[in-house]
C-alpha cells in the first residue's frame, strides 16, 4: 500500500464502568499515538471532562447503547473529522507509544495480492499472560495456530486494536447494533471476507488486552472463563448468524459443534454452573426467536 498519513487515522474507545485509573493510563499511551481519539461513553455516571484534552472527542450517551452502537457513534465522528482510517478500542487495551507507527509501516509495506479489509495487531491476555494464537477455518474445524510471517490471514480477529480503512468500512458496512456484545467482530470478518476482503495479521506488533473475567487450567491447558450474561450474548449471537447470514456452511458447522464443546466445558468444569446452565439456555431460546439487543 501507498505511505499511510499517521494523523489522518483516528482512535475510538469505548467506555462502559472502567477502572479509571488504568484507563487513565491506557489513555497517557493513546494519545502519543493518536492525534484525534474518540471516546463514547456508555455509562452516564463517569464524569467525562476529566478527559478534555484538544485530541480528545467525547461522545456521552444516556445509556449503555452496546458495543456494536457505541463503535458506530465512534465510526461516524471520526468519518465527519475526515479520518482515512478507524482504530478501534476496547477501554482495557493497553498499547506502547510506538503502537500506530509500527502497525502504519506494515500496512505501508503490505504488497499482498488480497485487497485489505482491516489489520490486527497480535494481543497478550492480561487475564492468563498468554499470547493469542490466530484462528483459521480448516475443512471443518477452526483451529489456532501461530505463524513466523509478518502477514497472516486468520478467518477472523478480535475487535480490539484493529485499524480498518474508511472505504471498507463504507463498502461492508458498520458494525450490528443489534448483536449489542460478542460476535461483532466475527460477523463483520465475515461480511468482509464476502466482498473479498483479507483479514490481515500483523504478527509483529502486539498489544495487551484483558480477555474473560478469570482462567483455569485444566489437563494442562488454560481455558479463558466468561461471565454468565456474557455467555448469554455469545450463544444467542452465534445462533441469531447462523440463522440470518449467508456465511459459509463450513464456518457455521464448525463454530456450532465448538460452542456445543464450550457449552459441555462450561456445566461440566465451572463452579457455578446452573448460572451458566440458565444463561447459555436462555441465550439459545432468544437466538432461535430472533430476540436481539440488550439482554433483559
Not at 499472560?129 to 490466530?134: A, D, H, P, V, Y
Not at 449489542?180 to 468482509?192: E, G, P
Request: net charge positive; glycine share 4%; aromatic share 14%.
Amino acid at each position: 500500500m501507498e505511505k499511510i498519513n499517521k494523523d489522518s487515522i483516528s482512535c475510538v474507545i469505548v467506555l462502559y464502568k472502567p477502572d479509571l485509573d488504568y484507563f487513565f493510563k491506557n489513555l497517557a499511551n493513546h494519545k502519543k499515538n493518536f492525534k484525534k481519539i474518540i471516546i463514547v461513553n456508555n455509562d452516564n455516571s463517569i464524569d467525562t471532562q476529566q478527559f478534555e484534552d484538544k485530541n480528545i472527542y467525547v461522545i456521552n450517551n444516556k445509556k449503555n447503547l452496546g458495543i456494536a452502537k457505541a463503535l458506530n457513534q465512534g465510526i461516524l465522528k471520526s468519518k465527519k473529522l475526515g479520518c482515512a482510517m478507524v482504530t478501534l478500542f476496547d477501554q482495557d487495551t493497553s498499547i506502547d507509544e510506538y503502537f500506530l507507527k509500527n502497525m502504519a509501516d506494515k500496512i505501508a509495506e503490505y504488497k499482498g495480492k488480497m485487497k485489505p479489509g482491516l489489520f490486527s495487531p497480535q494481543y497478550k491476555n492480561l487475564v492468563n499472560g498468554i499470547l493469542s494464537k490466530n484462528i483459521y477455518l480448516e475443512s471443518l474445524r477452526l483451529i489456532r495456530k501461530n505463524s513466523n510471517e509478518i502477514y497472516s490471514y486468520p478467518y477472523f480477529t478480535i475487535t480490539s486494536g484493529t485499524i480498518i480503512p474508511v472505504d471498507v468500512l463504507d463498502d461492508v458496512g458498520l458494525m450490528k447494533d443489534e448483536l449489542f456484545m460478542d460476535y461483532i467482530d466475527i460477523d463483520w470478518c465475515l461480511r468482509a471476507k464476502k466482498k473479498n476482503y483479507a483479514i490481515i495479521s500483523i504478527n509483529t506488533v502486539i498489544i495487551h488486552h484483558n480477555l474473560g473475567q478469570s482462567s483455569i487450567n485444566i489437563f494442562g491447558h488454560n481455558y479463558i472463563i466468561h461471565s454468565p450474561v456474557r455467555m448469554y450474548y455469545y450463544f444467542r449471537n452465534a445462533i441469531l448468524l447462523y440463522k440470518k447470514e449467508p456465511f459459509d456452511v463450513r464456518w457455521k458447522f464448525a463454530d456450532f459443534f465448538r460452542n456445543l464443546m464450550k457449552f459441555v466445558f462450561y456445566i461440566i468444569f465451572i463452579n457455578n454452573r446452573i448460572d451458566y446452565f440458565r444463561y447459555i439456555l436462555k441465550g439459545y431460546f432468544h437466538g432461535i426467536i430472533g430476540r436481539s439487543g440488550e439482554h433483559k
